[in-house]
């Protein structure tokens, strides 16, 4: 299984950025996929997860009202659409997708995912 994270990038303050992740080996359809970000020296932190499009949906606080998951099952592929970048939303993006069912209280906790992109990394610039 791999997931192959893209559309990272540098943008200003204020900006948009979309981030793509595609998935081979296993169809992620039914299963709950995820964006992280870690910056040097910090944990990695959850910022959204959905089970399934259009289905149960979580946010960070963060970026609750700024950024927006989306799934399309036909492309294997979760989306991370950003808008309204902050100088704090520059990080190293991760994509995620856990093996087992999970509840809404699960989301967030990276504990729960099995498989991880190996990370585009997103710069704004103040």
């Known amino acids: 299984v791999q997931l192959q994270a893209s559309g990272g990038g540098v943008v200003q303050s204020g900006g948009s950025l979309r981030l793509s992740c595609v998935a081979s080996?296993?169809?992620?359809?039914?299963?709950?996929m995820g964006w992280f970000r870690q910056i040097p020296g910090k944990e990695r932190e959850f910022v959204a997860a959905?089970?399934?499009?259009?289905?149960?949906?979580v946010y960070a606080d963060s970026v609750k009202g700024r950024f927006t998951i989306s799934r399309d099952n036909a492309k294997n592929t979760v989306y991370l659409q950003m808008s309204s970048l902050k100088a704090e939303d520059t990080a190293v993006y991760y994509c995620?997708?856990?093996?087992?069912?999970?509840?809404?209280?699960?989301?967030?906790?990276?504990?729960?995912?099995?498989?991880w992109g190996s990370g585009t990394q997103v710069t704004v610039s103040s």
């Open positions: 995620a997708g856990a093996e087992r069912s999970l509840i809404t209280g699960q989301f967030r906790n990276i504990v729960n995912y099995d498989y």
């Open positions: 080996g296993r169809t992620f359809s039914r299963s709950v």
């Open positions: 959905q089970r399934s499009p259009g289905s149960s949906t």
